[in-house]
């Protein structure tokens, strides 16, 4: 999610699909801009292992379409959602300009 606003949707699965099919998935359902695509590893609660994740970053208000590109162009994978934030333009503006000030004063 970037200061323009944005959706990042993160998915558990059971079978993990290459980013270069997800991108070309969503790239023809044309999801612009680019959606960034980035696999994650995080320890499990007490049990010392580590879980993986997908995570998808679209524009704001295409975390709907994402997710239903990505279920239903790879049932095989299981992918089930387990967190989606959204940042609307607005506060991603107000976060940019308390970025620059931040970085001016310091």
Same mark, same amino acid.
């Given at each position: 999610?970037?200061?323009? #606003? =944005?959706?990042?949707? @993160?998915?558990?699965? @059971? &079978?993990?699909? *290459?980013?270069?099919?997800?991108?070309?998935?969503?790239?023809?359902?044309?999801?612009?801009? &680019? *959606? %960034?695509?980035?696999?994650?590893?995080?320890? =499990? &609660?007490? @049990?010392? @292992?580590?879980?993986?994740?997908? &995570?998808?970053? /679209? #524009?704001?208000?295409? #975390?709907?379409?994402?997710?239903?590109? /990505? %279920?239903?162009?790879?049932?095989?994978?299981?992918?089930?959602?387990?967190?989606?934030?959204?940042? =609307? *333009?607005?506060? =991603?503006?107000?976060?940019?300009?308390?970025?620059?000030?931040? /970085?001016?004063?310091?």
């Amino acid at each position: 999610v970037d200061f323009s #606003g =944005g959706t990042a949707v @993160t998915f558990v699965y @059971t &079978e993990k699909v *290459p980013s270069e099919n997800i991108r070309a998935a969503l790239d023809e359902a044309g999801l612009k801009p &680019e *959606p %960034m695509i980035q696999y994650q590893k995080a320890a =499990g &609660e007490g @049990t010392g @292992t580590k879980k993986e994740y997908l &995570e998808i970053k /679209v #524009g704001f208000d295409q #975390g709907t379409k994402a997710t239903e590109v /990505v %279920m239903s162009k790879f049932p095989q994978a299981g992918f089930q959602i387990v967190k989606e934030d959204s940042v =609307g *333009p607005q506060i =991603g503006a107000e976060l940019q300009k308390k970025a620059i000030i931040a /970085v001016i004063l310091s």
